[in-house]
């Protein structure tokens, strides 16, 4: 995806925005740079948590006051419970070795979020079950099909930036387009990387063939 604001969970309770920017390690791809809760599940609350550069802060309800304590802790109306620590594992193994910064929300409707701050870039553990009535975003749709949550799927579906009146952000992302690489032009320059990336992909995921989902794979691993 390009830079900008997008839902990464979006239903009639449950609002989680992701702000993606790119970054020097990341070939000028975006990445998951920050994160808005917010909608009626929170009850009025409102959660932002950006990561180290440029100032960056956990927000809650305006306020910058939780994050600037750690390990630190705090409970809001409705049984919010918000932990800052560097209890817990990391999403990629690469980063094992280094100093944990964690934000733990313990949320309505049994949704538990965790969030890893790092220099430039955050990475983000959604857990939750299906909403009644429906949820879609780049977390996928949560009906149990995963052929369309394919990134093409979610694009069609929901892949438009978040309109400026319905951020959760405390202040505008100014997004610029990234690069708009292909699957052919990882096979094309970089062959014995894309045969590398097929393999570990149907290694890792057996059953995906040749579908959408394992070209989403292969893209990752060629351009991640």
């Given at each position: 995806f390009d830079e900008g604001d997008y839902w990464l969970v979006k239903s009639?309770?449950?609002?989680i925005q992701g702000r993606y920017r790119a970054t020097p390690f990341t070939n000028g791809l975006a990445a998951t740079y920050a994160v808005a809760l917010g909608g009626p599940f929170l009850i009025g609350h409102t959660i932002v948590v950006e990561p180290f550069e440029h100032g960056g802060?956990?927000?809650?309800?305006g306020s910058p006051e939780f994050g600037e304590s750690f390990p630190s802790e705090t409970e809001l109306s409705g049984g919010i419970v918000l932990k800052y620590n560097g209890e817990g594992s990391v999403v990629d193994s690469a980063q094992t070795h280094l100093q944990k910064h964690i934000v733990h929300m313990d949320l309505p409707l049994g949704v538990k979020v965790q969030v890893l701050r790092w220099a430039n870039h955050i990475n983000i553990r959604i857990t939750m079950t299906p909403n009644a009535d429906g949820q879609d975003g780049h977390c996928g749709n949560f009906n149990a099909e995963k052929d369309d949550d394919s990134t093409d799927a979610i694009r069609q579906r929901i892949g438009r930036p978040i309109p400026r009146e319905e951020l959760l952000f405390h202040h505008i992302n100014h997004p610029r387009a990234g690069p708009h690489h292909t699957l052919e032009e990882c096979?094309?320059?970089q062959p014995l990387k894309y045969q590398k990336a097929m393999k570990a992909c149907i290694a890792e995921e057996p059953?995906?063939?040749d579908n959408k989902l394992l070209r989403g794979c292969v893209f990752d691993v060629c351009f991640a």
């Amino acid at each position: 995806f390009d830079e900008g604001d997008y839902w990464l969970v979006k239903s009639k309770k449950v609002f989680i925005q992701g702000r993606y920017r790119a970054t020097p390690f990341t070939n000028g791809l975006a990445a998951t740079y920050a994160v808005a809760l917010g909608g009626p599940f929170l009850i009025g609350h409102t959660i932002v948590v950006e990561p180290f550069e440029h100032g960056g802060r956990i927000v809650v309800d305006g306020s910058p006051e939780f994050g600037e304590s750690f390990p630190s802790e705090t409970e809001l109306s409705g049984g919010i419970v918000l932990k800052y620590n560097g209890e817990g594992s990391v999403v990629d193994s690469a980063q094992t070795h280094l100093q944990k910064h964690i934000v733990h929300m313990d949320l309505p409707l049994g949704v538990k979020v965790q969030v890893l701050r790092w220099a430039n870039h955050i990475n983000i553990r959604i857990t939750m079950t299906p909403n009644a009535d429906g949820q879609d975003g780049h977390c996928g749709n949560f009906n149990a099909e995963k052929d369309d949550d394919s990134t093409d799927a979610i694009r069609q579906r929901i892949g438009r930036p978040i309109p400026r009146e319905e951020l959760l952000f405390h202040h505008i992302n100014h997004p610029r387009a990234g690069p708009h690489h292909t699957l052919e032009e990882c096979r094309r320059r970089q062959p014995l990387k894309y045969q590398k990336a097929m393999k570990a992909c149907i290694a890792e995921e057996p059953g995906l063939n040749d579908n959408k989902l394992l070209r989403g794979c292969v893209f990752d691993v060629c351009f991640a």
